[in-house]
């Protein structure tokens, strides 16, 4: 099983990226998916969770809700995280991990596998 985050990069306050994480090994489908964040001096805090199972519940940490948005591409066992309105607050290294559950979690230590991290630096 293997996480390949991309698309980080530096943008200006106000933009836009979308951040990329493919997963090699299994399907998405039957696991749990997370996007988290760890900015400098910082712990590592979800950002946006959701589960595949019954319900597909999704958790989106406050200072993203309505701005940062998580999709599925089934057929390319690929995950994104659409981020707009970014703010310097949002500068961070955004990792993608998966849990082998059908629950949602937002636990960093819930999380079995992890993508390598993809930096993104918000200029004001």
């Known amino acids: 099983v293997q996480l390949q985050a991309s698309g980080g990069g530096l943008v200006q306050a106000g933009g836009s990226l979308r951040l990329s994480c493919a997963a090699s090994?299994?399907?998405?489908?039957?696991?749990?998916i997370g996007w988290f964040r760890r900015a400098p001096g910082k712990e590592r805090e979800p950002v946006s969770c959701y589960s595949t199972g019954d319900g597909s519940a999704e958790y989106y940490e406050d200072s993203v809700q309505g701005r940062f948005t998580t999709s599925r591409d089934g057929a390319k066992s690929t995950v994104y995280l659409q981020m707009n309105s970014l703010k310097p607050e949002d500068t961070a290294v955004y990792y993608c991990?998966?849990?082998?559950?059908?629950?949602?979690?937002?636990?960093?230590?819930?999380?079995?596998?992890w993508g390598q991290g993809t930096l993104v630096t918000v200029s004001s």
């Open positions: 090994g299994f399907a998405l489908d039957g696991y749990a």
């Open positions: 991990a998966a849990d082998d559950s059908t629950l949602i979690h937002t636990t960093p230590s819930s999380y079995d596998y």
